[in-house]
């Protein structure tokens, strides 16, 4: 299995572009979450979903938005970006059964906006 | 207000001593707690988890340990090993709330 997959490993965007990070999991975990980790910080959650058709914000939703269209996959789009929105970001997930506590994660996307 | 938070943002060991990363919590309602394990350009990685009514919980080289008493929380590594080289993150949950709060990490390093 390959567990959360998510691409692209780096990007590189101009202010105001848009792009999206796609997430996909193999496991069929009903829950899905975008992190961001910034420097000297933890993990701040963007936002999350429990099962397709299902999301919510989390902690830092501005400026990204979460579609969850069938359970496998968790797309985390990025309308106009801005410098602050340089980060790495995490795509994570978890059965219900196992608790949303024990999340599988990504390797991350680097992301840097100029 | 709800935080998670770390004593030391960075711990150097030997290799084969025991290593014990701290970790403060504030929200009184939290009840499973949980450490994570992030090498560098990975995720993040589950190790072990406790829940509220517990103080104590053993894993393969790792232990738990939970005061509730003065909200803190702790992570020991017997015998560190430099495979254990990484940031390490408390992580906590309440009961109703659908995700969890991160502190901001511990960096061990271990000396051969």
């Known amino acids: 299995n390959a567990g959360v997959t998510q691409t692209p490993k780096f990007q590189v965007l101009k202010t105001g572009q848009s792009m999206t990070l796609q997430c996909a999991q193999d496991?069929?975990?009903?829950?899905m979450s975008w992190y961001r980790q910034d420097p000297g910080m933890g993990l701040r959650l963007i936002h999350y979903s429990v099962g397709a058709g299902i999301t919510d914000q989390g902690e830092v939703p501005n400026g990204y938005n979460v579609s969850r269209s069938t359970t496998e996959d968790f797309p985390l789009r990025l309308l106009s970006a801005a410098p602050s929105q340089t980060s790495v970001y995490f795509c994570?997930?978890?059965?219900?059964?196992?608790?949303?506590?024990?999340?599988?994660f990504g390797s991350g996307t680097q992301l840097s906006v100029l | 207000g709800e935080s998670v938070g770390l004593h030391l943002p960075t711990l150097s060991v030997q290799e084969g001593d025991n290593s014990i990363i701290n970790c403060a919590y504030s929200?009184?309602?939290?009840?499973?707690f949980i450490w994570y394990k992030q090498e560098s350009g990975k995720g993040p990685q589950f190790i072990i988890d406790i829940r509220s009514n517990m103080d104590k919980r053993q894993g393969q080289r790792v232990t738990v340990l939970l005061n509730k008493t003065v909200k803190h929380l702790s992570l020991q590594i017997a015998a560190t090993q430099p495979g254990d080289s990484a940031v390490y993150f408390c992580?906590?949950?309440?009961?109703?709330?659908?995700?969890?709060?991160f502190g901001s990490g511990t960096r061990l390093q271990v000396q051969p």
């Open positions: 929200n009184s309602a939290s009840d499973y």
């Open positions: 992580a906590e949950n309440g009961t109703g709330r659908r995700a969890l709060t």
């Open positions: 994570a997930s978890s059965s219900r059964s196992g608790g949303i506590e024990k999340l599988f």
């Open positions: 496991m069929n975990h009903e829950y």
